[in-house]
């Protein structure tokens, strides 16, 4: 596998996207940093050529600081905490030095998410389209809008178009038309990715979410519905996991 | 209850419905006839007004003959028999001194059903529209169709009509804001009662099939979904169960 | 189907349920208003008749107070609000510059419920019994009785009728023998819908309940005794659902 | 629990119940013969009081005669053997040179279930009830009855008594109300048991049925109604276990 | 019904078991007493013969001492509340004008359980044995036990006699040989009750519980395994329902 | 919709990929052709670009015979069925006036797969690495092939590269850091995709199989894993759905 | 990776458990060779140590027959064969030129396994232990057994002493207390691993059978009570998984 | 049973392990003490030889406090507490008169342990590595990590080097290989240990944790995948049960 990386380094050099200093520093690198609670992956970012991210559940404060730190000292321009609790975000956003909601550090409250770092300009092949069923389904579908964006795309919304209202959704048929991916986002019935789909001419990423009650059972009934679209063209990720979608839209989107 | 019973029995006679000698009958009659594999109820027919009906899986061919002879003896008209094999209903077709597929004793292949006697004029407030999602869904629709027809109601069909190619739909828009009552009959990701409840303004009754693969578990998903829809005056009945749908169809169409 | 809804208040004027003037203001209005966090539906009262409905469980108090805000502006006479905790229903008091309690906002605590505006006259083909298991069961029984009520129709409660102690079930026989529909709400087996509709001639709408421990997952064991109902007549809504029952049993008592 | 097992030897002995002979037999015998294949309990009889019982699935008609043979040769009276084909029962009723059908060798097809030796004379407390819901429970409650009867019981057997129709069961109250212990016998929404046991005053054993389709889930849905009984008094076997609950009723009913 | 609860009461009148005057009152006394939140049925005692029984979780402490008290002023002797937190527990104490742990109000934390009114003196066919696995099982053993007692039996207790310790258990090869039922808790694997139904030759009530956790998934492990036991003798009330047990296993041990 | 569906048909008239005359035609040619048993839609292969595709399962011969017979007829070049016998094949091959294996009708016994008209040149803008876990899951592994093939892309077959042997998959490191998209293929425990995210920087489609036995659940377990996926970039279709996977591959692989 | 690999190679030629013309051919040797549909790892048996195993369900007999062939070729002594059917076996014994039966290719009927080569001598640490449960658990718990002995080990078989009959297993105490690793294979409730960990002090590999009907889950009871067990020193093998138990067991007794 | 304990003794006297005294105090002794709320198992230790251990969740502070004194009095030497609480530990900590954190009572926060008395010098036959996915696995490792070390064995530890980054992994291929045991801990879809034992030659105990959200089901997932692993040498325990993997390790390190 070092070969690879070290022909992904050089061919950036090539093109110009990796000055010769940086390379030097990056050939000469360890490729883990060991930070005791985690091991920090150094090759990552020139690898898979994103921004990096850090799942902030289940992670205590100081170590997100720390790998976060660390991240920013090797280099990472952009960095994207999900699942981070406002308090934690408030310790962070202090610990680096800086207010809360300042450009560098962005705090997103519905979707509790964190970015560190400039948001890149759009660069994608065309538009990603985030739809959602409902308001309950924010949390779930602006994750993935901001992750989406954090990664250097144009996105799109459509909020509150569920198929028991489908006006709603087909007043939006320019834009699903238009799309390059799209990721659809609902819970109870999950019915939302199989109509898109019959719409739309590119690949849908269905995220099913915990909303609904009893028998929805935490999004399950969702993500059956999702897995088993009767359109063409579906894919689906975890319940509530709208950073999967995302991150796997912007690879798709990815010129 | 015998005195509702009895009550019902002179509602009937009051209004001419009922002969003075069928009365009689009727209220000296046992209440249940005992064939030792079955009890037969004489008073059903009365007390809810429809045509018998007889679940055909798990009984065996003789059985079946048995006890449609002794409802036709204790003068019951129509008799529905669902879930019966071909092998059986010919068997029964004979037993009954009769061709197959003559007039008073139908037999219909996919939805495995007979019809014995006539099937009664449509007698309901409005329409019972039955649609269904895909070809493979039909056996259940069907009988959901003809158990709703045999019980006196107009019924309109809508076939292949799935919400992964919205304008089948659509097209019939005019069908579904005219029923009275709506069965939506749908596999795989069951969507289809929540988009039509959302067009709809009367009771729709939601049947999810078998049909599918994988992480349909056998009609699972599809039953989830539909109990977990987004659009209401949805309800739902067990999978494949065409006849449950059709029956309480019926019931909700009576004058 | 704008020539649906069209036809749908052109018939509405030639009955005179609608005046000119409203009329030319439902036509010119946009079909949908978006706040942002949610797309209402403007038409939705004509198309389908009914008070607006509200699901108050993942909203935001002030968007609950907006959305409530915007429907009275629109012309909309009665609002049912679903799962709504005392602490937002205060608030939504308060924000309508009226005191909780009085007539034109009541709240019921038990379901959990909020009903804006004067509740109509019964207008119903007959009579909607809701009849419950046990005394846990009120909160979805309630939710259902007063749904069906703030929908226009004339509702019956048989409480803590369980089966098992059939003689509490058998002394209100009369009122199940001449309901239009019946709810039958319970927890733990959910046998009460298939003695119900044993007794009765026409649809019950079965709701399991939550009440329970153990192997009663919360409500599944209910919901699947419901759903395999040996009894002709019953469809079922989701665990808790008092208003899906609610309001399906309003749709099919409506003339 | 020698000391146990040799007190009981020694009861018996006392109580007249074993004669000399025997008792040293029994005290000289060895606890298990080793067939190879399966381990017989040569105790088990004299421990527990009853008929041996073998279970027939998935063992070998050979095996099944073998043990059979080793069993009369210790002097074991009465052997019941369950789920046993038709064939296997030929077979053995042929390798114990006896013609099937004879008084010694009794097969019943329906339940499957072979008694080889004399039905014991009821001698327990009183009447054991089986109850159950429809036609299709026959294989399970007739293992139950006949398992019973085996075990020296008089037994009373309702049949097709399910919930749906409530007068079928009604009018046994007195056989229900006299029963020193109820078998009840159901599949699809399993609420027999619930509705019996709240009519009754003795123990209910509640066997869950694999009849039904669907979202009964091969009996699943009657168990779970079941092991949820708002009833007081009841307790429940596994799916189809007919014998387990004839053999605990016995043993309830035992003086 | 009514005839053969009439029956019942002259019977007792026979065997003087009830005064002629509290005939009198029975005969005439209405059959339920309707609270609004609950209908007490005044019978329940005389057809059943045992303590009431009130079920706590999910009833407000007012309704809970409404309930009682009402049934002491119809003459019910004992009564017994189950799933009763401390706090209420004082409460109704406190309204029933007694300080709690007085004779007449026991309340017994561990298994939150209130007798109200005299235990009886034990009046069964033998002893009921009451073993338990481990010591988390405590809270669902002691409601089992207690129950027991409050019902008129004589109780043994075996603590700690999980299957991973045989000896702990064949130490007590007496008391399990000498039982006429017993009740065997225990969560986790859920063996006990087939170790036990193997030493013993009475009926084993199994009683699955909740300890354990990861693929214990609440009680379900233990539930299953009681229901696939290889012995014979043995069935199995719901997760926790130690009440459940104690009171079938009174049945079974009444003269 | 129509608009949209025009502008389509235009664009393709001006880019040159559609005739004049074709573009007339397709302009007036009714949306559907309803065939009784199922509705053709006209417009797809212009709406989404692909081939057509049919669901051989659940279908009767006839009947797809009939259906590509439809679609041959109104210009469709390249027709794929999916989970299609070989017996049924042999009949379309045969009502089609052309030998089996011919060019024009390939069929593919190890996915059940044929191919109607020609494969269309690899056209996509990189690379489909296809690589699959164990011999087993070649059917759904080649399924997927064929169908991202058919719908005019070029693959890459990595066969029996399981995680068990990481070799077998490094030394592979080539083909998967140089795909546009990689579909992984894997039963049991389903950890393909997860290795391969890791290694990849494109998208990876996940496709569990129905390989295993015991706690495999028909692939469930598999499924759970990838939903479960720790790497970023993987979503996942149904069981055994390769069909899907490689559609919404090529969809991916668009230029 | 390869670095480890050769260090091996040079330890057994060090060890002289390798010669030297071997060691040439091994270091020379691909590390796969590549069949078509499938992929032989030729490094497997030096690096592990043991016998070749080919899993035989869903491979055809002429891909067992060549995987076979190329091991052979390639200098495999001993090859196990598991699932393998007899139609199979007899196939795959005749494509080696030899008659089924011989020395050299043994088939065992009840666990369906074949062992090609000879059966090395017994080397392990001690003694391996296979207990089961009853008759029906023989197909596995022979596959662990015959698994462990053609890996090198000598195996104590325990056959039907299941927990419901508590001697048959405690009069094995001796063979229990003085193995050094013990297999435990139960269906049903699954208890046999913790009543067996609770008398030994060495490491035990629980297997759950399918053995059972019902609520058994086809193995799922007896596989959650394993994982559930309140023992110290189980570990737990898929269901039916005799080789993946035997396997480990034979790991374990390695010296 | 009392035979093999006693040869046991004799056997540790003959070795030297045990005292005269020690041995005499050991014969005498009764096997169990009854604390009332535990039976503690006096002979546990000489039999299995190791340290005590006392599950600590469900149990309260001063039923552990009397239990540990127990054990020590008896002449315990190292005493394991499981699922302790920070709160619980301070408690018994004073109780024992010592302070928290002093050598002979050590607690460890994140695995929530406690060990009292001296940590035994490593004697097992080599080194057992203990290997986790990521940052959120370590409470489930550390228990499983100072299990094994209080057992008296040699532990590495592999922190963060989950499957999704094969080169944190690949880096310690010489500690894999080397090891007699390895614990493979992870989350989410589980796959480490199958990754892991395809590269090492010794038994893998997999460990399922909780880790993860939505279709991770509390660890369900992974607890699936690992039954199904597709590498031989791997067996499961319970999901988050890193004592039970750490105990196993240390029963299969033992000389």
């Known amino acids: 596998m070092e070969q690879s990386y070290l022909r992904k380094i050089l061919a950036l050099v090539q093109n110009g996207e990796l000055s010769l200093d940086d390379a030097v520093l990056k050939i000469r690198e360890e490729p883990y940093t060991d930070l005791g609670y985690a091991m920090i992956d150094n090759h990552r ?10 799942y902030g ?18 280099g990472v321009k952009t ?8 308090e934690k975000a408030s310790y962070i956003g202090k610990g680096l030095g800086l207010a809360v909601e300042k450009p560098f550090f962005q705090y997103h409250e519905i979707p509790r998410l964190a ?20 308001t309950s389904d924010l949390p779930v579908s602006e994750e993935a809008a901001l992750t989406a964006q954090a990664l250097g795309n144009k996105v799109v919304r459509l909020t509150d178009v569920g198929v028991s209202g489908l006006h709603r959704l087909l007043s939006h048929l320019d834009e699903i038309m238009s799309a390059t991916v799209i990721i659809a986002v609902a ?16 690949p849908v990423i269905a995220v099913p979410t915990s909303v609904g009650y009893g028998a929805g059972f935490g ?19 975890n319940i509530d996991n709208g950073f999967g979608a995302g991150y796997q839209a912007a690879m798709i989107n990815r010129k």
């Open 57 to 74: 559940e289940g992670k205590r404060k100081d170590q997100i600081l720390g790998i976060t730190k660390k991240m920013l000292e090797s």
């Open 45 to 54: 970012q020139l690898r898979q050529g994103f921004a990096e991210v850090i």
């Open 79 to 86: 960095i994207l905490i999900t699942r981070l609790s406002e």
């Open 187 to 202: 819970g109870m019935e999950g019915a939302l990715p199989s109509v898109i789909a019959g719409l739309a001419d590119c």
């Open 115 to 134: 970015i560190i770092g400039p948001v890149p300009e759009p660069a994608g092949r065309g538009t990603i389209v985030v739809a959602s069923g409902g």
């Open 219 to 237: 999004g399950v009934s969702a993500l059956l519905a999702m897995l088993n679209s009767c359109a063409s063209g579906v894919s689906v990720v």
